[in-house]
Structure formats: structure tokens, C-alpha cells
Antibody
């Protein structure tokens, strides 16, 4: 069971970006996927989560409207997308599997290796 | 939003000694219908993603050494390492998954004295 994320990205402010998170060893449909941000030397910030069965999403209000979380179940992959990056988006982004017994609440038990995003002019 | 506050921010403990990290939530994260506390503890080593150690306040993940234990209920939680080993040097985070947004504590940096 693992989550493998796409490689590092270097972008300019205002550009768009999509990073990916491919699940293997389990059925993507059976668990929510969540995304977490970590700025250099800082703590963890929760961006949002998605139910792959119906693409229902729940966003942290602090990030709502700035990022979009989606999945493509045919390739067992979740995506995190920006349409207009800011310098303040520079960080490492992790995807994680949310292990919920019932509903959408549970610990994050499997993590991707992280994707470093650098936004600089 | 539920605010998770960890203490201390950093901690230096001698090898073989006990390390204790505290986490306080701004409101109760005990779900009365199932009597479970919706809190987890993670360990993050440099250059690595976080690793889940403890869920539901006190349930140790498979493969996590027995020296790691979680306790507490309601709003006050503790992660204890009973006998510190060199490989335990890391940053530790608590997290609540009781309600959205699922917030983390600011982290506690644990090092060897």
C-alpha cells in the first residue's frame, strides 16, 4: 500500500499547476484522500479531502477557491490543482489516505512522499 | 476551527529517559455517541512525510514500538515515549479529526540531551 506523488515543480506567480498522487496496493474507492501543506520549517496545514466514490469534497475555508482537489479513479490518482499560483504557495504538499471506519473522519494512515512546489518570479 | 496547542515547542531528553508531549484542544474532541477521542499523533523525521503513530488518542499503529503511548480524553492529550532512543529524534504533531478543518498542533521538536 503506497501513495506516490509527482515530482517537484517550479512555477511563476499566476501560472497554473496540477500535482498528482497515485494510489497502489488498495482500492482508491475505499478511502478518502486528503491533502496537507507544509511550508519550510513549519507545521502541517490541512487543505481538504475528497471521497473518490462520488468526488464529494470538503475544503479548509482558508484554501477554498484557491485549490481544487479531484480524483480519476480509472488511474487510481488524486490531483491538487491551482489555476493561479502565488509566491506564498511555495511549500511541500503531501497527499494522505484518510482511514475512516464510518463517514469521513479518521487518521491519515498512509502518506505520499511529498511534492515540493516553488513559486518564484 | 478547533485549535490544537502543543507543549513544549521543543524538548531535550537523555537517551533512555521518558519524553512527554502535551496537546490541548480548544474544544472537546470526544464524540459522545461512541466514546472515542478523535485525535492522532504523528512523527516526522527530516526529509520524510509524517508517520501515523497513534490514533483515537491511545491506539498504537501496527509496527510502532511499545515505548510510544497515547493518553488523555476530552481536551487534554499526551504522547509519551517511555525510554527515548536515538531514532526517536523527530518533530511530533497532534491532530484532531473530530471536525473540519482537521487541524494540527504546531509541532514539538524532540532531541537528545
Amino acid at each position: 500500500v503506497q501513495l506516490v506523488q509527482s515530482g517537484a515543480a517550479v512555477k511563476k506567480p499566476g501560472e497554473s499547476l496540477t500535482i498528482s498522487c497515485e494510489a497502489s496496493g488498495y482500492d482508491l474507492d475505499n478511502y478518502w484522500i486528503t491533502w496537507v501543506r507544509q511550508k519550510p520549517g513549519k507545521g502541517l496545514e490541512w487543505l481538504g479531502k475528497i471521497d473518490p466514490t462520488d468526488s464529494y469534497t470538503d475544503y479548509n475555508p482558508s484554501f477554498q477557491g484557491h485549490v481544487t482537489i479531484s480524483t480519476d479513479n480509472s488511474i487510481s490518482t488524486s490531483f491538487l490543482r491551482w489555476t493561479s499560483l502565488r509566491a506564498s504557495d511555495s511549500a511541500i504538499y503531501f497527499c494522505a489516505r484518510l482511514r475512516a471506519r464510518v463517514g469521513d473522519r479518521g487518521p491519515f494512515d498512509i502518506w505520499g512522499q511529498g511534492t515540493r512546489v516553488v513559486v518564484s518570479s | 476551527d478547533i485549535v490544537m496547542t502543543q507543549s513544549p515547542d521543543s524538548l531535550a531528553v537523555s537517551l533512555g529517559e521518558r519524553a512527554t508531549i502535551n496537546c490541548k484542544s480548544s474544544q472537546s474532541i470526544l464524540y459522545n455517541s461512541n466514546n472515542k477521542d478523535y485525535v492522532a499523533w504523528y512523527q516526522q523525521k527530516p526529509g520524510q512525510p509524517p508517520k501515523l503513530l497513534i490514533s483515537w488518542a491511545s491506539t498504537r499503529e501496527s509496527g510502532v514500538p511499545e515505548r510510544f503511548s497515547g493518553s488523555g480524553s476530552g481536551t487534554d492529550f499526551t504522547l509519551t515515549i517511555s525510554s527515548l532512543q536515538a531514532e526517536d529524534v523527530a518533530v511530533y504533531f497532534c491532530q484532531q479529526y473530530y471536525s473540519s478543518p482537521h487541524t494540527f498542533g504546531q509541532g514539538t521538536e524532540l532531541e537528545i540531551k
